[in-house]
Structures are given as structure tokens and as C-alpha cells.
């Protein structure tokens, strides 16, 4: 639960950081505040690579478990080779 709460968490602060690099690009377009937009738009892509790294240092020590389409296909791929052998 732990790892899904720091997942959601990551997700907002990047969420949050894009919302504010486009009201900075939206509302004020003077030099000042375009260092703004770079330091917003900085740490988004910083909490993106962190979250990435997160996620698969998470799948690799088995803390998560992926379950999507391929993961699917290879059980059921193993389990009509079981089948077969019978």
C-alpha cells in the first residue's frame, strides 16, 4: 500500500509541476518568469525519470507485480504448454 500511496503521490507532484510551467507560459511571458517555466518543467521531467526508476527497482525486488496485457499472454501462453504435455 505503501508503494501505491508514493506511485499516486509522484503522479500529483508531476501533475502539478506541469500545471504550473503552463500557467507561467500562459499568463506571464517576460523573461523573469520564463526561468520559472524551465525550473517547473525541470522538475517534472526529474520526478518522471525519479518515478520511472522507482517503478522498476519495484518490479525487479518483487514489491509490485506487473498485471497488463503481456503479462497475460505469457500465462496463458505457459499454461496451454502444460496442457499439451498431458
Known amino acids: 500500500m505503501l508503494i501505491k500511496t508514493v506511485v499516486?503521490?509522484?503522479?500529483?507532484?508531476?501533475?502539478?509541476?506541469?500545471?504550473?510551467?503552463?500557467?507561467?507560459?500562459?499568463?506571464?511571458?517576460?523573461?523573469?518568469?520564463?526561468?520559472?517555466?524551465?525550473?517547473?518543467?525541470?522538475?517534472?521531467?526529474?520526478?518522471?525519470i525519479t518515478?520511472?526508476?522507482f517503478i522498476f527497482i519495484a518490479v525487479a525486488n518483487g514489491w509490485i507485480e506487473p498485471h497488463g496485457i503481456g503479462t497475460r499472454s505469457q500465462s496463458h501462453d505457459t499454461t496451454s504448454e502444460l496442457s499439451n504435455k498431458n
Not at 507532484?13 to 523573469?32: C, E, M, P, R, T
Open 8 to 48: 499516486i503521490f509522484a503522479f500529483l507532484l508531476i501533475l502539478l509541476s506541469l500545471g504550473s510551467a503552463l500557467f507561467n507560459i500562459v499568463k506571464h511571458k517576460d523573461q523573469a518568469n520564463s526561468q520559472k517555466t524551465l525550473n517547473a518543467l525541470t522538475l517534472r521531467i526529474t520526478l518522471s
Open 51 to 53: 518515478l520511472f526508476i
